[in-house]
Nanobody, 119 residues
Protein backbone atom coordinates (compact mmCIF):
# COMPACT_ATOMS: atom_id res chain seq x y z
CA UNK A 1 0.00 0.00 0.00
CA UNK A 2 1.33 3.42 -0.99
CA UNK A 3 1.48 6.12 1.66
CA UNK A 4 2.00 9.80 1.00
CA UNK A 5 2.88 11.89 4.06
CA UNK A 6 3.38 15.63 3.98
CA UNK A 7 5.19 17.60 6.64
CA UNK A 8 6.76 20.98 7.20
CA UNK A 9 3.69 23.17 7.43
CA UNK A 10 3.29 25.75 10.14
CA UNK A 11 2.94 29.42 10.94
CA UNK A 12 5.21 31.88 9.18
CA UNK A 13 5.23 35.64 8.79
CA UNK A 14 4.62 37.25 5.45
CA UNK A 15 7.85 37.41 3.47
CA UNK A 16 9.18 34.28 5.11
CA UNK A 17 9.94 30.84 3.71
CA UNK A 18 8.91 27.27 4.36
CA UNK A 19 9.94 23.96 2.87
CA UNK A 20 7.32 21.26 2.71
CA UNK A 21 8.30 17.63 2.42
CA UNK A 22 6.34 14.71 1.07
CA UNK A 23 7.55 11.21 1.81
CA UNK A 24 6.18 8.40 -0.31
CA UNK A 25 6.44 4.78 0.76
CA UNK A 26 5.07 1.43 -0.36
CA UNK A 27 5.93 1.89 -4.02
CA UNK A 28 6.46 -1.02 -6.31
CA UNK A 29 8.09 1.49 -8.65
CA UNK A 30 10.47 4.24 -7.55
CA UNK A 31 9.62 7.91 -7.31
CA UNK A 32 11.52 8.51 -10.57
CA UNK A 33 8.68 6.76 -12.42
CA UNK A 34 6.09 9.30 -11.27
CA UNK A 35 5.13 12.84 -11.92
CA UNK A 36 4.88 14.94 -8.77
CA UNK A 37 2.95 17.97 -7.70
CA UNK A 38 1.28 20.06 -5.06
CA UNK A 39 -2.27 21.32 -4.69
CA UNK A 40 -3.60 23.59 -2.01
CA UNK A 41 -6.95 24.46 -0.55
CA UNK A 42 -7.53 27.72 1.27
CA UNK A 43 -10.29 27.96 3.87
CA UNK A 44 -13.65 28.27 2.17
CA UNK A 45 -12.21 27.90 -1.32
CA UNK A 46 -11.84 25.18 -3.92
CA UNK A 47 -8.58 23.34 -4.20
CA UNK A 48 -6.15 24.52 -6.85
CA UNK A 49 -3.02 23.18 -8.42
CA UNK A 50 0.10 25.00 -7.36
CA UNK A 51 3.02 23.43 -9.15
CA UNK A 52 3.91 20.12 -10.75
CA UNK A 53 6.73 18.29 -12.42
CA UNK A 54 5.19 16.18 -15.13
CA UNK A 55 6.29 12.65 -15.81
CA UNK A 56 5.50 12.98 -19.52
CA UNK A 57 7.97 15.75 -20.31
CA UNK A 58 9.92 16.27 -17.07
CA UNK A 59 8.99 19.95 -17.11
CA UNK A 60 7.76 22.11 -14.26
CA UNK A 61 4.40 23.83 -14.58
CA UNK A 62 3.23 26.62 -12.32
CA UNK A 63 0.08 28.44 -11.55
CA UNK A 64 0.76 32.16 -11.70
CA UNK A 65 0.78 32.75 -7.91
CA UNK A 66 3.64 30.27 -7.49
CA UNK A 67 5.85 31.39 -10.32
CA UNK A 68 9.09 32.94 -9.14
CA UNK A 69 8.41 32.05 -5.50
CA UNK A 70 7.85 28.27 -5.27
CA UNK A 71 10.23 25.51 -6.29
CA UNK A 72 9.41 21.84 -6.60
CA UNK A 73 12.11 19.22 -6.32
CA UNK A 74 12.53 15.53 -5.69
CA UNK A 75 14.96 13.11 -4.14
CA UNK A 76 14.42 9.80 -5.91
CA UNK A 77 16.67 7.97 -3.48
CA UNK A 78 14.72 9.14 -0.45
CA UNK A 79 11.38 8.94 -2.31
CA UNK A 80 10.66 12.45 -1.14
CA UNK A 81 9.18 15.47 -2.86
CA UNK A 82 9.84 19.01 -1.68
CA UNK A 83 8.12 22.34 -2.08
CA UNK A 84 10.27 25.34 -1.28
CA UNK A 85 8.07 28.36 -0.75
CA UNK A 86 9.65 31.81 -0.58
CA UNK A 87 8.28 35.32 -0.16
CA UNK A 88 5.14 33.92 1.37
CA UNK A 89 1.98 36.00 1.39
CA UNK A 90 -1.14 35.77 3.57
CA UNK A 91 -3.03 34.52 0.50
CA UNK A 92 -0.76 31.48 0.46
CA UNK A 93 -2.48 30.30 3.62
CA UNK A 94 -3.92 26.88 2.82
CA UNK A 95 -3.63 23.18 3.37
CA UNK A 96 -1.05 21.86 0.93
CA UNK A 97 -1.43 18.42 -0.59
CA UNK A 98 1.24 16.39 -2.34
CA UNK A 99 0.48 13.88 -5.07
CA UNK A 100 2.28 11.52 -7.39
CA UNK A 101 0.91 10.25 -10.66
CA UNK A 102 1.66 8.25 -13.78
CA UNK A 103 -0.16 8.05 -17.12
CA UNK A 104 -2.95 5.44 -17.09
CA UNK A 105 -2.30 4.56 -13.46
CA UNK A 106 -3.67 5.37 -10.05
CA UNK A 107 -2.49 8.62 -8.48
CA UNK A 108 -1.72 8.94 -4.79
CA UNK A 109 -2.41 11.83 -2.46
CA UNK A 110 -1.40 12.83 1.02
CA UNK A 111 -3.67 14.16 3.75
CA UNK A 112 -2.18 17.62 3.66
CA UNK A 113 -0.14 19.97 5.79
CA UNK A 114 -1.41 23.37 6.91
CA UNK A 115 0.50 26.51 6.07
CA UNK A 116 -0.54 29.74 7.75
CA UNK A 117 1.01 33.03 6.70
CA UNK A 118 0.46 35.94 9.05
CA UNK A 119 0.47 39.54 7.86
Amino acid sequence: EVHVDESGGGLVQAGGSLRLSCKISGFTRGLADYGIGWFRQAPGKDSEGVICLRYSDDRTYYRTPAKGRFIISRDNVKNTVYLQMNSLKPEDTATYYCYVDRPFAKDYWGKGTLVTVSS
